[in-house]
């Protein structure tokens, strides 16, 4: 049967990854699997700048006090 165990660690100098836990016994073989998070991706426009710019949003020039 087999179990499992996921933890989250910090990849150290020479890419050394460390893993303890008291439910890994001595002499037990495992096998390990690494999942390397990539960083996020964000945006290089401003989340103010989609503000008004969707179709049936509010439109600041279209209702200026020129228009009453």
């Known amino acids: 049967m087999l179990n499992g165990l996921r933890q ?5 100098p020479g890419g050394v990854v460390e893993i303890s ?3 890994l016994p001595a002499g037990v073989t495992v096998e ?3 999942l390397i ?3 996020p ?3 290089e426009k401003p ?3 989609f503000i008004g710019s969707a179709r049936g ?3 600041h020039k279209c209702f ?3 228009y009453y």
């Open 37 to 39: 998070e990539s960083p």
């Open 21 to 23: 836990s008291p439910e």
């Open 47 to 49: 989340l103010t700048s």
């Open 41 to 43: 991706k964000y945006s």
């Open 64 to 66: 200026s006090a020129k």
């Open 57 to 59: 949003s509010y439109c």
């Open 8 to 12: 989250k660690a910090i990849v150290k």
């Open 32 to 34: 390990v699997i690494v």
